[in-house]
């Protein structure tokens, strides 16, 4: 158990990870601030990350103020190696930047299990201001992304609200909400719903969805409220609610 710590002034407010044969089992990490809203105290690389963990607890955190200027991509709470159930839930988490110039990566969480089997459960989280300076391309080191489905599978991503509200520089950058990746490939690997996914910036092209994934990863997509200039992106840029619908084959109540 990690709970009600307040963690500042390093790389990785905290880093998890268990063995690949036999998994760290049952953590509960509750009631944490990682990172600040000071310069000085902020964290420069990600809030948390945890792997190689069976029915692990991520609740009630508070994690901000993690800034990189360095070529990587910057988190506040990623999954990472093999999981074998798991809840992130109640967090909130804001201020997470990358300003490297040449256009890096950021993004609020990160589900990048490599089972798709994980068995994780995204539920009732917060997540804002994250931007990074921006690129032309749509990979986890390019931009800054509210949610980014990574790899593997096994996630439930229910009732989450997520708003990019600061512009990025670069005006060729392109972001989202959630970005799902071209390496999760296995169907019905994602159940989206229930999750409020805005973007209010100006600068750039921006989804609410970017899906690089076929329509078939989604065992579940609906009940989602988008608000974005392009609602998502799936072959191609879907503007509206309605050619939305269509590419999933999915939202009818969004």
Do not use: C, E, H
């Not at 040449?102 to 089972?115: Q, V």
């Not at 995204?122 to 992304?145: C, E, H, K, P, Q």
């Not at 949610?147 to 060729?172: M, P, R, W």
């Not at 092209?205 to 994934?213: C, F, I, N």
């Amino acid at each position: 158990t990690i709970q009600d710590n307040v963690i500042t002034k390093v790389q990785n407010g905290l880093y998890l990870r268990g063995g690949g044969v036999t998994f760290d089992q049952n953590w509960l990490v509750t009631g944490n601030t990682l990172g600040s809203a000071v310069l000085a105290d902020k964290l420069s690389f990600r809030g948390m990350l945890i792997g190689n963990a069976q029915s692990f607890t991520v609740s009630g955190n508070t994690v901000l103020g993690v800034t990189s200027a360095t070529t990587s991509t910057a988190n506040g709470i990623q999954v990472a190696f093999a999981v074998s159930g798991g809840t992130i839930s109640g967090n909130t988490i804001s201020d997470i930047k990358q300003t490297n110039t040449g256009g890096w990566g950021s993004a609020g969480i990160t589900l990048g299990a490599s089972n798709t089997t994980a068995g994780v459960t995204v539920l009732n989280n917060m997540i804002r201001d994250v931007a990074s300076f921006g690129f032309n391309g749509v990979g986890s080191a390019d931009n800054g992304y509210g949610l980014v489905v990574a790899s593997g599978g096994g996630y439930s991503i229910y009732a989450n609200s997520i708003q990019l509200g600061t512009d990025q520089t670069a005006a060729a950058g392109i972001t989202a909400a959630v970005n799902v990746l071209s390496a999760v490939i296995a169907p019905g690997a994602i159940d989206l719903r229930d999750n409020i996914l805005a973007s209010i910036q100006t600068v750039g092209t921006r989804y609410g969805v970017l899906s690089s994934a076929p329509a078939a990863v989604f065992s579940n997509i609906n009940y989602n409220d988008y608000f974005a200039q392009n609602v998502g992106f799936l072959g191609v840029a879907q503007p509206t609610l309605g050619a939305w619908q269509t590419a999933t084959g999915q939202d009818a109540n969004s």
